[in-house]
């Protein structure tokens, strides 16, 4: 008994907290990324989920002085509006909105996703930026464990529902993209296709490494059925690195405190962690078959191997079709 409380519980919390380690240390010996001076973006629509602060903002406010019409969706219409207004008065001529999206609640997605199509608008970019991570216990509108919900489940119906626009506004030479924001925390997951929902025992830490496992296996996937299809469309995942935002709030209180004081030290901020999921979205470099993998530290990188695995990313994905009843 003791040793599966120890498993299930004490062992997540240390694999997170030792890759954390690992990946500050690497920060510190190595240069941030920076994102090259991209070409202009006149006439590209994006939607960019979580995008009223910390990394999704400086994705939109960057988009939009690039040219991007950027649609931000996020549950906080006080914050939305803030952040459009912020970004309007830096740049007279950014084209930016909010709308809100709940991606803890399906129906929500599909509102959101219906509202946007009334628009008859083209969709070039898709950023599946927003995220919980290490959030109590609790399930989302529709009865899914929150990290599972939000981070993986509510961006597949998104994406899945934006296919067919997102497919029809790319042309060769021109791509439309997913570009999904991962974390390195997703080389200490793994999908229990019998649990994804962690009933049979929870752990914030496991849920959310478990979360970003499913993420990145959702990406890969995608990309490859693009491939196959030949559609002008790619999918690609981004870790950002350790970035100074509000996504550490939930950890243990002495733990916050902690990464509080070597933050500013030690973990990149917004806008360094915002260059690589811009690369990916907007970089000529990546057209065409040169986009899709996995992005960290502003360059193409191998990953853990159940990310490779064909099987299990088919059996993720035919189950997610089924939870989410799509065919």
């Known amino acids: ?27 510190l010996f190595s240069r941030a990324p920076r994102l090259p001076v991209m070409p202009r973006q006149d ?19 960057h988009m939009s002085r690039l040219g991007v019409h950027v649609i931000i969706g996020g549950r906080n219409e006080q914050e939305g509006q803030a952040a459009v207004r912020r970004i309007c008065e830096e740049y007279k001529e950014a084209k930016v909105e909010f709308t809100k999206l709940d991606l803890a ?3 929500s997605v599909r509102q959101f996703v219906q509202s946007f199509k009334e628009r008859n608008l083209p ?12 959030v109590p216990e609790g399930r989302t509108e529709d009865g899914y464990e929150q990290h599972f919900g939000v981070n993986y489940l509510g961006h597949f119906l998104l994406t899945w529902l934006l296919l067919d626009i997102l497919k029809d506004s790319g042309k060769p030479g021109s791509f439309s993209r997913v570009v999904s924001v991962s974390s390195s925390a997703h080389r200490v997951g793994e999908i229990r296709l019998n649990d994804l929902n962690s009933c049979q025992s929870y752990s914030a830490h496991a849920a959310y490494c478990h979360s970003k496992l499913a993420q990145l296996l959702f990406s890969s996937h995608l990309h490859q059925e693009l491939q196959h299809g030949g559609f002008p469309l790619s999918s690609c995942a981004v870790d950002p690195g350790m970035v100074d935002t509000g996504l550490y709030r939930h950890m243990w209180m002495p733990l916050y405190l902690a990464q509080r004081a070597i933050a500013r030290l030690l973990f990149r ?25 996995y992005w960290a530290n502003g360059h193409r990188e191998m990953t853990t191997p159940p990310t490779f695995d064909p099987q299990l990313q ?3 994905w035919e189950t997610s079709l089924r939870l989410l009843d799509l065919h």
């Open 1 to 27: 008994m003791l040793l599966s409380a120890v498993r299930s519980y004490l062992l997540p919390v240390i694999r997170l907290y030792l890759l954390g380690v690992k990946v500050l240390l690497v920060q």
């Open 43 to 61: 006439g590209k629509v994006a939607i960019v989920t979580g995008g009223v602060r910390g990394i999704g903002y400086e994705v939109v406010r």
């Open 105 to 107: 609640s399906l129906q």
């Open 123 to 134: 969709l070039n970019i898709l950023v599946n930026n927003a995220g919980v991570m290490l």
């Open 269 to 293: 901020t917004p806008a360094e962690g915002a260059a690589t999921v811009l690369y990916a979205a907007l970089s000529p470099d990546l057209e065409g078959e040169c986009g899709g993998g």
């Open 314 to 316: 088919l059996n993720l």
